[in-house]
C-alpha cells in the first residue's frame, strides 16, 4: 500500500469569507507538503467560494453543525485519503501556520499533539474566572491523559493515523466536545497526547465569537462537558 506523505490541513469555517483566503494561501505558502480542506460549516457569506479560489478544497456542509461537526468531516476525508498526520487550524487567522511543523513534532512521541497557548511562547493570557476554569480543566484532562497540559481548550492540534481512526470512530459533535470530550475520549482509549509551546496571533478581521463574558460562561460549560466526557468511560481506540 501506497502511504500518503502528505499532511492535511483541516481548516472548519463559518461565515469566514474574510479571513479564510488569506488563512488558506498562507497555509499552501509554508510547505509544499500541506494539502488544505475547508469544511464550510453552513457559511451563508462567501466562505466557501473564497476558500476554493485560495487553493482549497472545500467540503460544504448543508447547515451549520458546530466544529465538533466539521472536524469529523474533516478526519473522515483524512481517512479516506490514507493522510498518515492531520492538523486542524482555524480559519480566523489566530493560528500560525508557521508553527504547523511544531505542532506536527510532537506526532514523534504522541498520537495527538497540542499547539498550547500557555506554554513560555507568547503573551497570551486570561485572568480571574476564566483562568480558574482553565486551570482547573487542564488539571483533570492531564491526570486523564497522563501528560502535563496547559492548554486542553485549543484547537490548535494535529493527529497521527491512530488519533485520525479514533475521531472517525468517535468525535463529539456537541457543544464543547471537540476540544474536552475529543481528549477524554482519546486518552481513555489509549492514545497518547503531548503539547508543544505555540504563540497565538491576532483575528486580522472580525470580532472573536466570545466577548470576556461569554468567554468566562464558555470555560464553565466546558467543566460540565469534562464532567459528561469523564461519564462516558474508556472507549477503544483502532490500531
Known sequence: ????????????????EENVGRTVREILATDARYDVVVVDDGSTDGTAAVARAAGATVLPLPFNLGVGGAM???????????????????ADGQHNPADIAEVLSGLA????????????VG????????????????????????????????GFRAANRRAIAQYVRYYPAEYLGDTID??????????????????????????????????????????????????????KAHS
Not at 1 to 16: G, H, K, T, Y
Not at 72 to 90: C, E, M, N
Not at 197 to 205: D, G, I, L, S, W
Open 1 to 16: 500500500m501506497v502511504v500518503n506523505e502528505r499532511v492535511l490541513v483541516i481548516v472548519p469555517a463559518w461565515n469566514e
Open 123 to 154: 503573551d497570551y493570557s486570561v485572568r480571574g474566572p476564566r483562568r480558574w476554569a482553565m486551570l482547573f480543566l487542564a488539571g483533570v484532562v492531564s491526570r486523564v491523559a497522563n501528560a502535563r497540559l496547559t492548554d486542553v481548550t485549543s
Open 109 to 120: 512521541v504522541a498520537d495527538i499533539s497540542i499547539g498550547a497557548r500557555f506554554a513560555t
Open 72 to 90: 469529523k468531516t474533516g478526519y473522515t476525508y483524512a481517512l479516506r485519503h490514507d493522510y498518515a498526520q492531520a492538523i486542524q487550524v482555524d
Open 182 to 235: 475529543s481528549l477524554v475520549a482519546g486518552a481513555h482509549a489509549g492514545l497518547i497526547v503531548t503539547q508543544v509551546p505555540v504563540a497565538m496571533r491576532p483575528r486580522v478581521y472580525g470580532r472573536p465569537s466570545q466577548g470576556p463574558v461569554g468567554s468566562t460562561i464558555y470555560l464553565f460549560r466546558s467543566v460540565f462537558a469534562l464532567g459528561l466526557a469523564l461519564i462516558r468511560g474508556p472507549r
